[in-house]
C-alpha cells in the first residue's frame, strides 16, 4: 500500500527557507506515470496547492508562490523534497506531501495524502 | 485561476439526515472536479472525481453530481464519522489547482 510520510524542521525563522522531504513507501517513485507534489493548509483555514513534478518532466508550479518554490526528486532515495525560500509568518501552514491519483496529466486529483507537518514560521 | 466557491461554510445537521453541499466554478471545469473530506486533525482523503465516481472504498452514501461550473456533494444519511470539512477542488484549468474554502458539517 502506498504511503507517503513528511519530515523536516518544524520552526523556521523568518526570512530563512523552508526545506522538507517525503518519503514514500509501496511504490517506485520512477516506475509510474503519476505525478508527485504538495499541499498546504494554514491553522483553520483551507487547501492550497503549491505544485507538483514526475520524476522525468518538469514542475508545475502555482503562480503565487512561482518566484519562492523548488520542488525535486531523489530517485535514489524515493523521496521529493520541497523549499520555500524567504518564509514569512505567512507561510505557517501544515504541508501535506501527495501524488496525483489519476497517471492522465489531465486527472489531477489527489490520492494519497501524507498525514501533514506543521511548520511554524517565526523568530 | 479558476476560483472555486462552497456553499453554505457551515451546515448543521442531523444524525441519519440528508445533507447536501455546494461548489461553484468561476468558470467552466467540465466534470473535472473532486471532493474529499477532512477530519480534525487529519489529511484530506478523496471521496469523489470526475465529479461523480466515487474512490475505492468510498460507502455508496457519498454522491457527486453535476458539470460545467455546479456541482453538489450529496451524504444521503450521515453517520457519526461524517461530520468533517469537505472540500471541492478543479483539475480543469491547471495550473494552479484550485480548492474551494470548505463546508464544514456539524451535528444539528
Known amino acids: 500500500q502506498l504511503q507517503l510520510q513528511e519530515s523536516g524542521p518544524g520552526l523556521v525563522k523568518p526570512s530563512e527557507t523552508l526545506s522538507l522531504t517525503c518519503s514514500v513507501s509501496?511504490?517506485?517513485?520512477?516506475?509510474?506515470?503519476?505525478?508527485w507534489g504538495w499541499v498546504r493548509q494554514p491553522p483553520g483555514k483551507g487547501l492550497e496547492w503549491i505544485g507538483s513534478?514526475?520524476?522525468?518532466?518538469?514542475?508545475y508550479y502555482n503562480p503565487s508562490f512561482r518566484s519562492r518554490v523548488n520542488m525535486s526528486i531523489d530517485t535514489s532515495k524515493n523521496q521529493f523534497s520541497l523549499t520555500l525560500t524567504s518564509v514569512t509568518a505567512a507561510d505557517t501552514a501544515v504541508y501535506y506531501c501527495?501524488?496525483?491519483?489519476?497517471?492522465?496529466?489531465?486527472?489531477?486529483?489527489?490520492?494519497?495524502w501524507g498525514p501533514g507537518t506543521l511548520v511554524t514560521v517565526s523568530s | 485561476e479558476t476560483v472555486m466557491t462552497q456553499s453554505p461554510a457551515i451546515l448543521s445537521v442531523s444524525p441519519g439526515e440528508r445533507a447536501t453541499l455546494s461548489c461553484r466554478a468561476s468558470?467552466?471545469?467540465?466534470?473535472?472536479l473532486a471532493w474529499y473530506q477532512q477530519r480534525p486533525g487529519q489529511a484530506p482523503r478523496l471521496l469523489i472525481y470526475?465529479?461523480?465516481t466515487r474512490a475505492t472504498g468510498i460507502p455508496a452514501r457519498f454522491s457527486g453530481s453535476g458539470s460545467g461550473t455546479e456541482f453538489t456533494l450529496t451524504i444521503s444519511s450521515l453517520q457519526s464519522e461524517d461530520f468533517a470539512v469537505y472540500y471541492c477542488?478543479?483539475?480543469?484549468?491547471?495550473?494552479?489547482?484550485?480548492f474551494g474554502g470548505g463546508t464544514k458539517v456539524e451535528i444539528k
Open positions: 501527495a501524488r496525483r491519483g489519476s497517471p492522465v496529466v489531465a486527472f489531477f486529483w489527489i490520492d494519497p
Open positions: 509501496g511504490a517506485s517513485i520512477k516506475s509510474t506515470s503519476y505525478s
Open positions: 513534478m514526475h520524476y522525468s518532466g518538469s514542475p
Open positions: 468558470q467552466s471545469v467540465s466534470n473535472n
Open positions: 470526475g465529479a461523480s
Open positions: 477542488q478543479q483539475y480543469s484549468n491547471w495550473p494552479p489547482i484550485t
